[in-house]
C-alpha cells in the first residue's frame, strides 16, 4: 500500500508533496482509497462533504467504531502525516481478520477531506462541515490564491458544493473515533517508545496581518521618504519569536503575500499569516496580544495600517478521558506496543500535542482518542518527516488490538 500511495502528488524538485484538496494528486489519493476499500469487500461511499468512508458491516447499525485519517498534504509536505493512517487502518483490518477475530460493531475507515487547510487556507474542512463547526455560507467564500473558490474546485472534481453541511445523523451512529497519526515531535523519541496515546490538541489558530504602505520605486525613494510595510512586518516576525519565548507559547509566519511584488518596488501591502499555538488558552491569549501589540506600535511609528483578522481557531480539545483510559488499558494489557517490543510493564505514554486533527474536531461530537508513532527526528510538514518501518508495524499492531477491543467480542 505504502509503495502504490508513495508516488502521488510528489513533486519532482522538491520530493515533497502537494496533495490540495480538489485537485487531480487529491482524486488520485480518493481513487486510490476505494480501491483499497473493494479490494477488502468494504462498502465504499463518500458523504455530503465529500469525506470517503469504508464500512464493514451495516453503516446504520450505529455504535461504530471508526478509524483513519486523511490524504491530502502542506504545500512540499511528508508522506507520513495523513497517509500513515489510512493505511494503518487498512493494515490493521487485515491484521484482525488475520486473527480471525468477530466483529460485534460496525467498523469504518475514512478518509476526512482537505485536513490540511493547504489550498483554501481553513485546516479541517470536511471535519468542520460534518460536525457543523463550518456553514455552507462560510465554506462557500474559501477562495485559493488563484481565486477559485471551494464550490468551484468541488463541482470540477465531480462534487456538488450545495449539498456541503452538517451531518449529525451520520456522526450519532459513531461509537468511537480513533486517528493513528505520526508523531509532529520527539517526545516519544526522546522516552523511547514506539507509540504513545494523545491526552490533549492545543487550542491554536491562524490570524492574518495586512500590513499597507506605498508602494514606490526601489532605486529613487530616499529611506526617509519610504512607508515600506515590509519592515514593519520583518518587526512583527521578530516580535512574535520574542513573545513565544516569554510565554512558552509557539507563534509562526509561515506564509507571506506580497504587493506589487517586485524586485525593484517598495511594497505597498504586506499579507501575513500568524500560525499561534498553546498548551493552555490564557497562554495563546497572551502571546497573540502581545504580537498584535507590537506589530501596531511598529505600523504607528513607520506610518503603516494595519489590519488583523481571525481567520481560524480551535480552542483545547481534551480527549474523552474513558475512551483514551480504555486505549491505555488494551495497551498496556500485552498487547500493542508490547507486543513488539517485549512487554517490559511500562505504561503506554500519554502526551499533548500542538497540532490540530480532525479527531479534535470531532471530539465535539463523537468520543475520540488519538495514537502516536514514533518520529526521530520530530520533522513534520517537510519531506523530511519519517518514521522507522518497524516503528509503523508497531503502530499498525497497537491499532488493529484498540480495534478487536473496541468493535470485537
Known sequence: MWRELAPVGRHADSGGYRRYAWSGADADCRAWFREQAESRGLTHEVDRNGNQWAWLGDPLAGDAVVTGSHLDSVPDGGAFDGPLGVVSSFAALDELRRRGVEFTRPLAITNFGDEEGARFGLACVGSRLAAGQLTMRDAHRLRDADGISL???????????????PDPERLAR??????????????????????????????????????????????????????????????????????????????????????????????????????????????????????????????????????????????????EHALRDELARILEGGRGAGRDTGDTGRAVPVLGTGAGHDAGILSASVPTAMLFVRNPTGISHSPAEHAAEDDCATGVIALADVLEGLACS
Not at 182 to 203: F, H, N
Open 151 to 165: 464550490p468551484a474546485a468541488m463541482e470540477a472534481a465531480g462534487y456538488d458544493p450545495e449539498a456541503i453541511g
Open 174 to 319: 459513531i461509537g468511537a473515533f480513533v486517528e493513528l497519526h505520526v508523531e509532529q515531535g520527539r517526545a516519544l523519541d526522546l522516552s523511547g517508545d514506539p507509540v504513545g496515546i494523545a491526552s490533549a490538541i492545543w487550542p491554536h489558530g491562524r490570524w492574518r496581518f495586512d500590513f499597507r504602505g506605498e508602494a514606490n520605486h526601489a532605486g529613487t525613494t530616499r529611506l526617509a521618504d519610504r512607508r515600506d510595510p515590509m519592515l514593519t512586518y520583518a518587526e512583527t516576525v521578530l516580535a512574535a519569536r520574542r513573545e513565544a519565548e516569554l510565554t512558552g507559547a509557539l507563534a509562526t509566519f509561515g506564509k507571506i503575500a506580497v504587493e506589487p511584488n517586485g524586485v525593484n518596488a517598495i511594497p505597498s501591502l504586506v499579507r501575513g499569516w500568524l500560525d499561534s499555538r498553546a498548551a493552555d488558552q490564557a497562554t495563546l491569549d497572551a502571546v497573540v496580544t502581545g504580537i498584535e501589540r507590537a506589530a501596531r506600535e511598529h505600523a504607528e511609528r513607520a506610518g503603516i495600517d494595519l489590519d488583523v483578522v481571525r481567520e481560524s481557531f480551535t480552542p483545547v480539545v481534551e480527549f
